[in-house]
């Protein structure tokens, strides 16, 4: 059974910081890229960060770039996403899922929407004063 779970949501106020992390069950590790998206009410979802767990590449959204930060630990089966000067416009469920980092012969830090065949629950992250 595949399985992807993120979790470390919360509360925190404007400038604070959040760890989000994304455990992974049932496929090799390494042989995947994570991608994680968020999505705010009324708005559609939106690609924030990618990395592959097998070369470390890593993508950031503009909007979040210099602010949050995506790793991974093998031995952990787990992706993080550190997020540090946390703003209003940040509050949305975040969601992590997972693609194949070689496929069709083309290698994906970020693999296409449509090629996603695995997705965890969201965690949800607020930001408020």
């Known amino acids: 059974e595949v399985q992807l779970q993120a979790s470390g949501g919360g509360w925190v106020q404007p400038g604070g910081s959040l760890r989000l992390s994304c455990a992974v069950s049932?496929?090799?590790?390494?042989?995947?890229?994570i991608v994680w998206f968020r999505q705010a009410p009324g708005k559609e979802r939106e690609r924030v960060s990618c990395?592959?767990?097998?070369?470390?590449?890593?993508y950031y959204e503009a909007s979040v770039k210099g602010r949050f930060t995506i790793s991974s630990s093998n031995a952990e089966n787990t992706v993080y996403l550190q997020m540090n000067s946390l703003k209003f416009d940040d509050t949305a469920v975040y969601y992590c899922?997972?693609?194949?980092?070689?496929?069709?012969?083309?290698?994906?830090?970020?693999?296409?929407?449509?090629?996603?065949?695995?997705w965890g629950q969201g965690t949800l992250v607020t930001v408020s004063s």
């Open positions: 899922a997972a693609g194949l980092y070689y496929s069709g012969g083309y290698y994906y830090t970020c693999p296409p929407l449509a090629e996603l065949g695995s």
């Open positions: 049932g496929f090799t590790f390494g042989d995947y890229s």
């Open positions: 990395t592959s767990t097998k070369d470390g590449s890593t």
